[in-house]
Nanobody, 121 residues
Framework: VQLQASGGGSVQAGGSLRLTCQGS????????AGWYRQVPGKERDLVAS???????KYADSVKGRFTISVDSASKTVYLQMNSLEPEDTGVYYC????????????????WGQGTLVTVSS
């Protein structure tokens, strides 16, 4: 399974970006997905997560500003980021847990390659 993350860029504080995590065609189901942020010298932190059948969860710092969504039909996970702040700067990674179908069904967990978000004040 391959995940292609995109949508990062440089914006001024108050701006918006939408990150996209496109999964490969072998994905049959997405059971859970998350977006993580990593800054140099620090661990990768969970920003938002979505699990089938449960409400999404957000880090306190992004509540009310970020929205995670999953389009199972297109095997895509989105992160809409509004009212961006300089503290949101970092490399964002998507993670997907699900089922792939290629010569049979098997569970998988995969990471995207990361996309850089830079927010200037």
């Amino acid at each position: 399974v391959q995940l292609q993350a995109s949508g990062g860029g440089s914006v001024q504080a108050g701006g918006s970006l939408r990150l996209t995590c496109q999964g490969s065609g072998t994905i049959a189901e997405i059971n859970a997905a998350g977006w993580y942020r990593q800054v140099p010298g620090k661990e990768r932190d969970l920003v938002a997560s979505s699990t089938t059948g449960s409400p999404p969860k957000y880090a306190d710092s992004v509540k009310g500003r970020f929205t995670i969504s999953v389009d199972s039909a297109s095997k895509t996970v989105y992160l809409q980021m509004n009212s961006l702040e300089p503290e949101d700067t970092g490399v964002y990674y998507c993670n997907v847990d699900g089922v792939r179908e290629l010569f049979g069904r098997r569970g998988f967990n995969a990471w995207g390659q990361g996309t850089l978000v830079t927010v200037s004040s």
